[in-house]
């Protein structure tokens, strides 16, 4: 063998270790790169996405193309490594050449274009998808002939190949593409999205204002105190009922009886009556994605919350629902009385507050399922009605119930969580 042969040989040699290194980083980068992101910039009408998600369509050509010319290119490698090592080593070339070989393939052509291709798949991607693309073109023959048969191997296996696999992400899935956006996109903007996905696992009863918690109105007393208690509601629409909240008979929104005024009218109990609107009841335990899409389709903005009995309970509004997903973005519902920190790092809590209440203002992680309010998680663990004085340690937090009036605590002071 003369020595521009060996030079040329070598040459070659070098290029084949390439392409096959191509070959391999192309097959990683192709196959591990981020689809959704990939649909989103084709959505862009980035050329290099929409060729990148047009070999993708057919896997099986793609993949073909790629091993079909990593084959060819480690065989022809390996035929010149052995003609170079005879040429040098005589008949010991061979088995030098295999070892040789084998180690270049692996660490050159496999290992490290494979590695680059799995840390920087779009950028590998974007370099490669042209180039593979004119090779599938010409090749085509060859690729579709090889196609035929392994795909015709696989349907006698009973494998599908035009088969598209749905690629729908789950509610889990979706919550980890979430989380792993961490440090790309705001904590507000992560806590939105996480609420919206958390919506179907919170019911009304998780975020409804208590029955004796409801403001509301009794037309049976007269009418200077109702006019009076319109005046200080707290609320736009405020139920009207008749002895207790169980007896609605109606819920007024207080613009309206405003446009009453403005237009000169006296407002008396007549024409509150006319203006009141019939109230809407859900039954207790309906999810709030559900609750948000009733609201939407009936258009309405509060809904009174009935157990099993038909008793009223509690009352939910559209904001206590948007205030899942955004956070409270009007004044607090919860009182400055109700969850006071004090200097110790304690809380001094009313026992009427929601555990997803106390869980949010306090960042502390007690449990949510079961009962809904610090009062029941109390009587829970005590197992017997509460009284001042006892203590106890409710998910490695101290707990000492401070007041107890009419059965229920009115206050209760929370340590921070001890190590047991």
């Given amino acids: 063998m003369s020595q521009l042969q060996l030079v040329i040989f070598s040459i070659v040699l070098v290029l084949l270790v390439l392409l096959s290194g191509f070959f391999s980083a192309t097959e990683t980068a192709l196959m591990s790169i981020n689809r959704y992101r990939l649909r989103h910039k084709a959505r862009l009408n980035q050329g290099y996405a929409i060729l990148i998600l047009k070999l993708l369509k057919r896997p099986d050509r793609l993949l073909g193309m790629i091993l079909i010319g990593n084959s060819l290119a480690n065989i022809i490698a390996s035929v010149l490594s052995t003609l170079l090592a005879s040429a040098f080593f005589g008949d010991a070339g061979v088995v030098i050449a295999t070892v040789i070989l084998t180690f270049v393939i692996l660490i050159f052509a496999e290992v490290a274009p494979k590695t680059v291709a799995a840390l920087y798949p779009e950028f590998v991607s974007r370099l490669v998808a042209w180039p593979i693309y004119g090779m599938l073109v010409v090749f085509y023959p060859f690729v579709w002939f090889i196609n035929f048969i392994a795909n015709g191997v696989l349907r006698v296996l009973g494998i599908k190949i035009g088969h598209k696999y749905n690629e729908a992400l789950s509610r889990e899935e979706l919550r980890s593409v979430v989380f792993d956006t961490a440090g790309r996109m705001s904590i507000e903007y992560q806590s939105m999205l996480l609420g919206i996905l958390d919506l179907n696992q919170v019911t009304v009863d998780d975020v409804m204002i208590p029955d004796h918690e409801i403001y509301g109105i009794d037309i049976n007393q007269p009418w200077e105190d109702i006019r009076k208690q319109l005046s200080r509601s707290p609320h736009d629409w405020v139920p009207i009922y008749r002895e207790n909240i169980n007896q609605v008979i109606g819920i007024v929104h207080l613009r309206e009886l405003t446009r009453v005024l403005i237009k000169g ?50 009352l939910v509004t559209l904001e206590d629902i948007l205030e899942e997903i955004v956070g409270e973005f009007t004044t607090n519902k919860i009182s400055p ?34 009962p809904r309010t610090l009062n029941g998680l109390i009587i829970e663990e005590l197992e017997a009605m509460p009284v001042a004085g006892i203590g106890l340690l409710v998910a490695g937090h101290p707990i000492e119930v401070l007041e107890v009036k009419d059965n229920r605590i009115t206050k209760a002071q929370l340590f921070p969580r001890i190590e047991v």
């Fill in 337 to 370: 009385n109700k969850i006071e920190q004090q200097p110790d790092g304690s809380y001094l809590v009313d026992g009427a507050v929601t555990l997803r209440e106390l869980n949010r203002v306090t960042t502390w992680q007690f449990p949510t399922v079961g």
């Fill in 265 to 314: 009218h006296t407002l008396n109990e007549e024409k509150l009556l006319e203006k009141l609107h019939q109230p809407y009841f859900v039954p207790a335990g309906t999810p709030l994605n559900i609750q948000l899409m009733n609201f939407q389709q009936k258009r309405k903005r509060l809904a009174l919350i009935v157990d099993e009995y038909g008793e009223i309970h509690g």
